[in-house]
C-alpha cells in the first residue's frame, strides 16, 4: 500500500488542506500542537471510520470547532494497492453527524456506505485497524512501554502486539467449551433418573400404555351419549315452539299496555296545560289594565335622560381642557430647565482650551520613541547572537588546545590523521590566539551592550512621562466632545418642547371657555335612578302582553289534540281486550319447555364431560409422549457430550502445545530482525541483540554480551526502535499485506546527532521494505537528511495548514 494523496475539510484543526505523499523518508515537522499527528489520523479515520482506536475523543471531537452548525467534516485519500489505485470517501454531516463513505477502484464504485467500505478496506489491505495501527505505527510511549516495564510483561506486550495472544484466549475457549460440555453430560445425567436414581424411560413407558386402555374407554361411552342425544333434543325444539309462540302473545299485550300508558301519560300533560295556560291568560288580561299609569311615568324618565347625556358631553370637554392646561403648565417649566442647563454647557466648553494640535504634536513624539526603541531591541538582540557565537567559538579554541596537549607532539592530528611534530606547538598557539581575540571581542561587545542598556532605559523614561502628558490631553480633549455632544442634545429638546408648547396653546384655543354645572349634573343623575323602576316595569309588562295573542291561540290548538288522544285511548283499550292473553298458559308452555330442555342439557353435559375427559386423556397421553421423546433425546445428546467432552479434552492439549511452538519461534525471529538493524544504527559498534525466554534484551558490545541496564538512556532507546521495528516487519510478513509505507511518531527521544543521523541512515536503507517512510517529528534539523518534509503551521485564527517544501 502506497500513500498517494489527502485532502481535508473541517477535519480537527484542518479547515481546508490537500497533501501529496512523496516516496522515501518524508519529515513531518511543524511546533506541538500544530497537527502533525493529526495528518496520519485523518488516514486512519478515512480507511476505518469511527473506531475507538483512531478516534481519541468521540466523533465529535474529529469535527473542527471553527466548523458553522450544519457543515460537513470529510477526508479524501487516494493510495495504491496491488496495482490498483484507490479512492477513498469518508464524511459526517449535519448536526446528528451522519457518517457516509464511497470506495472507488480504478475509478469504479465498488462499496457505499460507512460499513460497506470498512469491510471492503479490511478485506483488501488483509488487516483490521488494530493491526494495521501495530504494524504501521511506532510511536515515541510504545518505546517507553518496552523500555520501562517488566520483561514478563514486556513478553505479553509484544505477543499482543504479534497478535500471538490470542492462542490463548482460543486453549481459553476449547478448556471453557469442555467444561461446559462436562455440565450439560451432567446435568442431562440428572434429567434421565429420579430422586431415588431410577430410570425415567421404563416408568414412562408403562405410563403411556394405561392412557391408551383409559382413552379408549371413554370414547365408547362418548358415542352411546350421542344416540341418546337425538330424542331429547327432539322434544326440547317441540315444547320451545309452543312457548315461542305464547311467548310472542305476551309481547303483543305488552306492547299494548305501554302503548295505552303512553297515550295516557300524554293526555295528562295536555290537560295539565291547559290548566295552565287558562292562568296564564287571566294574569295578562288584569296586567294591561295597569299600563297607562307606568307609560304616563315612562315620558318623566325620557325628559330625564336627554339631560343627563347632554351633561354628561360638557363635563368630557371641560375635563380634557383641564388635563390641556396641565400639561401645558408641566411643559414650559421643562423648557425652562432646559435652557438653563444650555447656558451652564456653553460657558463650561468656553473655559475648555483646544488641545488637538498638541495631541497630534505628543503622537508624533511618542511614534518616535517607540522606532527608536524597536532599533535599541533590535541592536540588543545582534550583540548579544554576536557574543553567543563568541563564547562557543572560545570555548571551541580552548577545547581544541587542551585536546592537543593531551595527545602530545608525536600523536596523530585528530583532524587530517598525520603525525603532529613540529606543527604540535603551532597549533597549540593557534587556538590559544583564538581564544584570546575571541575573548576580547566578548569584552567589547559586553560595552556595547551596557549602553545600549543605558540607551533603553533614557527611552523608557522618555516614552512614560510622554504617554503621562497624552493621556492629560487625551482625557481633556474626550471632555469637550462630551459636552458638544450634550449641547447639541440639550438644543434639540429644546426645539422639541418649543413645538410641544405651541401645540397646547393652539388646542386650549380651539377648546374655548366651557361651562359646566356639577351640582345639577348629579341632581339630574339622583332622579334618573329614581325614575328606572318604573322604567324596567314598564318595559317588562310591555314583553309580556305580546304573550297574550300566542297563549290564546296555543289553548285552542291544544284542545283540540285532548279531543284526538281521547279517542286513541279507546282504539287501544278495544283492541287489548280482543288479543285475551293469559299469562297462565305463557307459565305453563315456560315449564313443559324448561323440564325438556334441562333433561337435553343433562345428557349434552355428560357428552361435554366425556369429550373433555377424551381431550385431556388424549393430551396427557402426548405429553407422556412428549416427555418420554425429551428424556430419549437427552439420552442421546447425553452420550454425545461425553464424545465431545473427549474430543475437546484433546483439542486443549494439542493447542497448548502448538501456541508454545509458535511463541518459541517468534523470539529467534524478532532477535535476528532487531540485531541487524541495531547493527546498522550504531555504524557496527554494537553487534547485534538477543532475547532471552522472557523477552530480557542483551546487546554485544566487543563481542560480549551484556543486559541492556548496562547501556545509556539514548542507547536503550536506541534498542527497543529496533525491537519496534522488528515486530512491524514481523507483523506485515506474517499478514501478507502489501503495506509499503511506515509511520514513526516522535521516535528519536533522548538520541544525540550521531544517533539521530545514523538512525535517518538506517531508514533510508529501509526504503527496501518501506517505500514510503513518514517521520513525525518537531525537530527541525533533520531536513537535510530525509528525502521531503511536509511543514504543518498553524494559522492565526487557530487552524491548521500544511505544504510539501522539497
Not at 77 to 93: N, P
Not at 362 to 389: C, H, N, P, Y
Not at 404 to 430: F, K, V, W
Amino acid at each position: 500500500m502506497r500513500l498517494g494523496s489527502l485532502e481535508l475539510h473541517n477535519y480537527r484543526k484542518f479547515r481546508d488542506a490537500k497533501v501529496e505523499f512523496p516516496d522515501g523518508v518524508v519529515a513531518i515537522v511543524g511546533q506541538n500542537g500544530a497537527g502533525k499527528t493529526t495528518l496520519l489520523e485523518a488516514v486512519s479515520w478515512a480507511l476505518f471510520g469511527n473506531e475507538s482506536s483512531v478516534v481519541r475523543d468521540g466523533k465529535e471531537g474529529v469535527m473542527s470547532s471553527g466548523a458553522s452548525p450544519g457543515d460537513d467534516c470529510s477526508v479524501v485519500l487516494e493510495f495504491g494497492l496491488g496495482g490498483d489505485w484507490y479512492r477513498l470517501a469518508r464524511s459526517m454531516k449535519g448536526k446528528g453527524l451522519k457518517a457516509e463513505a464511497s470506495l472507488q477502484v480504478n475509478g469504479d464504485l465498488v462499496a457505499n456506505g460507512e460499513k460497506a467500505v470498512s469491510e471492503a478496506v479490511r478485506s483488501r489491505i488483509g488487516m483490521d485497524h488494530k493491526a494495521f495501527f501495530i504494524s504501521v505505527f511506532a510511536k515515541q510511549k510504545e518505546l517507553n512501554a518496552l523500555a520501562d516495564i517488566k520483561p514478563a510483561e514486556r513478553k505479553k506486550l509484544v505477543l499482543r502486539m504479534l497478535g500471538v495472544d490470542f492462542l490463548n484466549d482460543v486453549v481459553a475457549d476449547v478448556d471453557k467449551d469442555a467444561r461446559e460440555a462436562k455440565s450439560r453430560s451432567d446435568q442431562l445425567q440428572m434429567l434421565l433418573r429420579d430422586q431415588q436414581g431410577q430410570e425415567k424411560i421404563p416408568v414412562l413407558q408403562k405410563q403411556r400404555a394405561d392412557k391408551v386402555l383409559e382413552r379408549d374407554r371413554t370414547a365408547e361411552g362418548r358415542d352411546r351419549m350421542v344416540l341418546e342425544n337425538v330424542g331429547t333434543g327432539k322434544r326440547a325444539s317441540e315444547t320451545r315452539d309452543l312457548w315461542e309462540r305464547e311467548e310472542g302473545r305476551y309481547r303483543q299485550d305488552v306492547a299494548l299496555e305501554r302503548r295505552l300508558t303512553e297515550l295516557r301519560t300524554v293526555l295528562t300533560g295536555r290537560q295539565e296545560r291547559d290548566g295552565r295556560l287558562r292562568v296564564e291568560i287571566e294574569g295578562l288580561k288584569k296586567l294591561s289594565e295597569s299600563l297607562p299609569a307606568l307609560e304616563a311615568g315612562e315620558l318623566d324618565h325620557q325628559k330625564v335622560k336627554v339631560e343627563v347625556d347632554r351633561l354628561v358631553t360638557i363635563r368630557e370637554r371641560h375635563l380634557a381642557r383641564q388635563r390641556t392646561e396641565g400639561d401645558l403648565t408641566r411643559e414650559r417649566q421643562e423648557l425652562s430647565r432646559l435652557m438653563m442647563e444650555r447656558v451652564q454647557i456653553a460657558q463650561e466648553l468656553s473655559n475648555l482650551p483646544d488641545v488637538e494640535d498638541q495631541l497630534a504634536g505628543v503622537e508624533s513624539g511618542l511614534e518616535g520613541i517607540r522606532e527608536a526603541a524597536t532599533a535599541i531591541v533590535t541592536q540588543k538582540r545582534l550583540v548579544e547572537a554576536d557574543m553567543e557565537r563568541l563564547r562557543s567559538n572560545a570555548a571551541e579554541a580552548a577545547e581544541k588546545a587542551a585536546e592537543i596537549e593531551r595527545l602530545g607532539e608525536d600523536s596523530n592530528c585528530p583532524t587530517c590523521q598525520r603525525r603532529m611534530g613540529d606543527q604540535y606547538s603551532n597549533l597549540i598557539r593557534r587556538y590559544q590566539e583564538d581564544q584570546r581575540a575571541a575573548e576580547t571581542s566578548l569584552t567589547e561587545l559586553a560595552a556595547n551592550l551596557q549602553a545600549l542598556m543605558g540607551q533603553k532605559e533614557r527611552n523608557d523614561r522618555s516614552k512614560k512621562a510622554m504617554e503621562e502628558k497624552r493621556r492629560g490631553m487625551q482625557e481633556r480633549s474626550d471632555r469637550k466632545i462630551t459636552l458638544k455632544q450634550k449641547e447639541s442634545g440639550a438644543l434639540q429638546a429644546i426645539m422639541s418642547k418649543e413645538e410641544r408648547v405651541q401645540l397646547l396653546e393652539r388646542q386650549l384655543a380651539e377648546m374655548g371657555p366651557v361651562e359646566y354645572d356639577q351640582t345639577r349634573h348629579q341632581g339630574l343623575q339622583r332622579r334618573l335612578v329614581e325614575l328606572e323602576p318604573a322604567h324596567l316595569a314598564l318595559n317588562k309588562a310591555q314583553v309580556r302582553m305580546e304573550r297574550l295573542p300566542l297563549a290564546i291561540k296555543e289553548r285552542e290548538e291544544n284542545a283540540v289534540t285532548i279531543s284526538s288522544d281521547e279517542r286513541k285511548v279507546q282504539e287501544v283499550t278495544s283492541e287489548r281486550t280482543a288479543l285475551g292473553f293469559q299469562m297462565k298458559v305463557l307459565s305453563e308452555r315456560k315449564r313443559e319447555h324448561d323440564e325438556a330442555r334441562s333433561a337435553d342439557e343433562q345428557l349434552t353435559q355428560n357428552m361435554i364431560r366425556a369429550e373433555g375427559d377424551l381431550s385431556r386423556l388424549t393430551s396427557e397421553l402426548k405429553g407422556t409422549e412428549e416427555r418420554l421423546a425429551e428424556l430419549e433425546g437427552h439420552a442421546a445428546r447425553h452420550k454425545e457430550l461425553l464424545v465431545e467432552q473427549e474430543l475437546l479434552n484433546r483439542l486443549s492439549k494439542v493447542m497448548k502445545d502448538f501456541k508454545e511452538n509458535v511463541i518459541s519461534r517468534v523470539v529467534p525471529s524478532l532477535s535476528a530482525t532487531a540485531s541487524d538493524l541495531l547493527s546498522q544504527l550504531t555504524d557496527g559498534k554494537y553487534g547485534g541483540m538477543r532475547l532471552d525466554e522472557e523477552y530480557e534484551m542483551f546487546l554485544y558490545d566487543q563481542g560480549e554480551e551484556h543486559p541492556l541496564e548496562r547501556f545509556s538512556g539514548g542507547e536503550s532507546d536506541l534498542a527497543n526502535l529496533c525491537l519496534r521495528l522488528a515486530i512491524s516487519r514481523m507483523i506485515m510478513e506474517r499478514s501478507g499485506s502489501q503495506m509499503n509505507f511506515l509511520v514513526l511518531d516522535e521516535i528519536f527521544g533522548s538520541q544525540d546527532q550521531a544517533r539521530k543521523r545514523n538512525i535517518l541512515e538506517t531508514l533510508g536503507q529501509l526504503q527496501k521494505q518501506f517505500r514510503q517512510i513518514l517521520l513525525i517529528t518537531h525537530i527541525e534539523d533533520v531536513k537535510d537528511s530525509v528525502s521531503a518534509v511536509l511543514k504543518v503551521t498553524e494559522n492565526e485564527d487557530g487552524s491548521s495548514a500544511v505544504a510539501l517544501e522539497r
